[in-house]
């Protein structure tokens, strides 16, 4: 079981910054892939970074350029600075991580969310 804790949300004007953090603990050591999704009101939950265990990034087009993935390996934390925020970007952050079975089944483990709020 791995549990992950968000923190870093808040209101902030357009064009502003904001840095995430999920602080993951349990069965750290066996987490493959961490990173974030959001999901705004009425809109399905999406991807916005994610990084694996080899050091690789992904990022959805809409906040590449903008938004940077890092991790402290030894503080099992993963961070998101998200810079040139926009209106759009308004929604619940989740921290997702998900680790592989012995069997190679997908585990996922969601954090309870954070709010990101920008304003025009």
């Known amino acids: 079981q791995v549990q992950l804790v968000e923190s870093g949300g808040g209101l902030v004007q357009s064009g502003g910054s904001l840095r995430l953090s999920c602080a993951a603990s349990g069965r750290t050591s066996t987490i493959n892939t961490i990173g974030w999704y959001r999901q705004a009101p009425g809109k399905q939950r999406e991807l916005v970074a994610t990084t694996s265990s080899g050091g690789s990034t992904n990022y959805a087009d809409s906040v590449k350029g903008r938004f940077t993935i890092s991790r402290d390996n030894a503080k099992n934390t993963v961070y998101l600075q998200m810079n040139s925020l926009k209106p759009e970007d308004t929604a619940v952050y989740y921290c997702?991580?998900?680790?592989?079975?012995?069997?190679?089944?997908?585990?996922?483990?969601w954090g309870q969310g954070t709010q990101v709020t920008v304003s025009s």
């Open positions: 997702y991580a998900h680790r592989l079975s012995a069997l190679g089944s997908v585990l996922p483990s």
